[in-house]
């Protein structure tokens, strides 16, 4: 069992940055890929970002590629979303998961995958 917390979420001025972080509980985190995604008011829930296990391999939907860093420190059980140069269309409640993975490589972005949901943290850019 992973239960995992984030924080950091709240309001920002478009072109702001924002820093969210994820603790996960246990002594098995090293063996989880990690993900953030987010959903919107009236939008479904969408892939942000992965990081694999080793940390080594990331991805990130186009929409945010060049503005957020997803990254990991397996010593502090943790992972972090980096967002900067934030727009209104950033707005969403944003949940880091995680999806136990056998390789430490892979990365997982398919969110059917993901074994652990955290009760997310809002995140609302204003115009």
């Known amino acids: 069992q992973v239960q995992l917390v984030e924080s950091g979420g709240g309001l920002v001025q478009a072109g702001g940055s924002l820093r969210l972080s994820c603790v996960a509980s246990?002594?098995?985190?090293?063996?989880?890929?990690m993900g953030w995604f987010r959903q919107a008011p009236g939008k479904e829930r969408e892939f942000v970002a992965a990081?694999?296990?080793?940390?080594?391999?990331?991805d990130y939907v186009d929409s945010v590629k060049g503005r957020f860093t997803i990254s990991r420190d397996n010593a502090k059980n943790t992972i972090a979303l980096q967002m900067n140069s934030l727009k209104p269309e950033d707005t969403a409640v944003y949940y880091c998961?995680?999806?136990?993975?056998?390789?430490?490589?892979?990365?997982?972005?398919?969110?059917?995958?993901?074994?652990?949901w955290g009760q997310g943290t809002q995140v609302t850019v204003s115009s």
């Open positions: 998961a995680a999806a136990f993975e056998s390789w430490p490589m892979n990365l997982v972005t398919d969110q059917d995958r993901y074994d652990y």
């Open positions: 246990g002594r098995t985190f090293s063996l989880y890929a």
């Open positions: 990081i694999s296990r080793s940390g080594d391999s990331t």
